[in-house]
Structures are given as C-alpha cells and as structure tokens.
C-alpha cells in the first residue's frame, strides 16, 4: 500500500547549514593545497564511488489542463494521467532500474524504505506517476511500505507558489496577459487563432495551445491543420511567454519560483558528505515528482536550460559522487539521459563546492523565502498602505 504523509519537510536548520558549509569551506581549502598544480587535471571517473542519487522528475502524460474552444476532453477529467502517461513512468522506472541496479550495484533491487525516500506534490496525476515509476524501478517488489511524503498546497515547495508567496504573485500579476501582446508573441498568437478559427477575446494564450498540442502529439491524436503548421512557432512562443512571465533575468523572482527546492537539493547533500550524519538520516536515492512549472525555473537556475518545454516524465538527475584517493566530493547532472554542464562548472563532473557556490545565488532557506515572500506586504502594512 502506497501511503501518503502530510505536513513533513526535508528543510535543514540554517545552522547545521551553516556549520556544514564552513566544513566544506576547510576541506575545500585543504583539497586545493594538496592537489596544487594538478587541479586543472580532468577528473579520473573510473575513481569515483556514486554515494547519492536525487531524481527530479515530470509526471507522465495527462489530458490538458484547459481544452481548446470547440474541442472536446474525451470523457476524461482535465489533467488527468493517462494510460500512456502511466507507461511513460513505468519505462521512466526500468531506464533508472537498468542504471542504478543492474549497471552499477548501488541500489537494492527491492524496495527498500532505508534506501529511498519519496516525495510528489498532491495531485492525483503526481501520485499515479509516481506509483508507476517505483512499479518499473523496483518490480513491484518491496521489504516494508512505501511512503509517498506530499505537502499541503498551501505550502508546497515543488513547483513557483503563486498562491503563498506575496511577493511572487505581486510580480506576476497580469505578466501573462501582457506576454500575449509582446512583439513577435501577439503576431504569431494572431496567426494561430485566426487560422483555427478561435476569437481574439477567447483568452487563449500560447501556453493553453501548447498544453494541448503535447497532449495530442504523445498520445498521437489527430490535430487541427494549423496546430501541426505551427507545432515548432507554438512551442518556442510557450517558452517565450513562460519566460517573460518568469523574468528569468530577475534573481529574486527566481528565487522565490524554486529557491526552497534547491534548498531541499542541497541539504540532501550536505547531509551526505558530513560525517556527523547519522547513516539512517541519509538515503541513497530521493525521488522528487514535480512538474514541468518546477523544471523550468530548476533548469535557468542550473544554467542547463535548453529553451525546449520540458516533456512528460522527463528527468533530471543529480548525482553525488566521491574519489576514492582524495575523498573529494563531486556533483553530476543528467537531463533526459544526457549529461549537463551546470552553472559554476567547466565540465559534467564537477566539484561538489563550486556547485553549491552556483547555486547559492538562487537556494533560499525557508526563513530566508519566508522573508522575501513577504517583505514588501509588511513594508506596507507597516506603513499603513
């Protein structure tokens, strides 16, 4: 039985944050004297010993969450995971099985709750997909239950909370309205609509149109002619308009969009790499079920940002591995199968303090995000506005 558990957190006091750092910072300084000239020497992989996995990863196909005027939904709920999406994760689960059981003999091939901790936002499509991906990962074989830890929506982390976040929504506001009237994004927009016969006050806006353009593209229904003409224009105008929405360019924003995840990302590492860690407070693999609003803002944050809209059950990995001379600590990201150089970094396998020093510009603690949420709100309440 798959049991949900609410209210629990994976947020680290600032202060072991801090005395962790500061440890780091030594060894840091006492790798980089006993290494000296040699530190520009390319890492030797067959030397390092995978210690941690954290999955981050979209859920599986679903029906769109807004359908287009003048179509209709099939008899399914609006966002709901289809079968296609339940297999998507299933093979999502095998392709992580094949990796990390049957390539390299890290993981158990059975479930088990001391090595793997799962977490999904709380949305039933979330839940299924992350109940097919353990099914694939594991064999529906298992020692003691599965315990899927969601949050309330109130104050979810996994994904930019508008609804919580004050300050966030404040910036926002109407952003994407005026995406639509962008030069370039309102010409094409005009384009589409009028070659689908939609009128101009029926509030479609690019991400509607690509919402369902990949709904019908992965479960290979038959689509309108001028949604296939413009397939490739829709999808860029998607990632525009999300863009200007998100104003990547503003470090704040971006923080408050996924600053209290990569908080969660990290300390999962420095948990790991302390010594002082009791071993039954660190597991092997973290399995974190999100969407693609959570990817998005991850990836600009990570520097890996291909512009293409992230796919259903694509995944990004992080990866945490050790040298076995030099005990040094190092990072490894993989999007969709494919490894990534991440901001701060010069190559795929990089040094675990030059990674947290890249992302230390975007992680938010949960005091830290509390406070930048709703700093302005109390500006003005203090100022009798």
Known sequence: MVTRVFGMRMWAPVGVLTSLAYCLHQRRVALAEMRGADDQHPVDRRLLELKMVQVV????????????????????????????????????????????????????????????????????RNLESTRCLLAGLFQRQKEGPIIIHTDEASSEVLYPNYQNCWNLRQRIRGRREAASLQPGISEDLKKVKEGMDIDSSDGVDFLILHDNVAAEQVHSLPSCPTLKRFEQTIEQRAVDTILYIMQNEDRESLQMAIGPFLHMLESNLLKAVDPATPPGKIRKLYL??????????????????????????????????????????????????????????????????????????????????HKLCFQTQMMEHGNGL
């Open 57 to 124: 990863f979209r859920h599986g196909a679903r029906s769109p969450l807004k359908q287009l005027p003048q179509k209709e939904q099939g008899g399914m709920f609006a966002g709901q995971l289809t079968n296609v999406g339940m297999q998507q994760m299933f093979a999502l689960g095998e392709r992580l099985r094949k990796k990390y059981v049957e390539d390299i003999p890290f993981l158990s091939p059975i479930f088990n709750p001391l090595e793997v901790f799962v977490r999904s936002t709380n949305m039933d």
């Open 288 to 369: 974190y079920a999100a969407h693609d609003v959570t990817l998005l803002p991850l990836l600009l944050a990570l520097g890996i940002f291909d512009h293409k809209w992230p796919q259903f059950s694509v995944d990004l990995t992080v990866e945490l591995y050790q040298h076995q001379e030099s005990k040094e600590w190092f990072v490894r990201l993989c999007y969709h199968g494919e490894e990534q150089v991440p901001r701060g970094c010069s190559e795929g396998i990089c040094p675990l303090d030059k990674f947290l020093n890249a992302m230390s510009v975007y992680t938010l603690s949960p005091e830290k995000y």
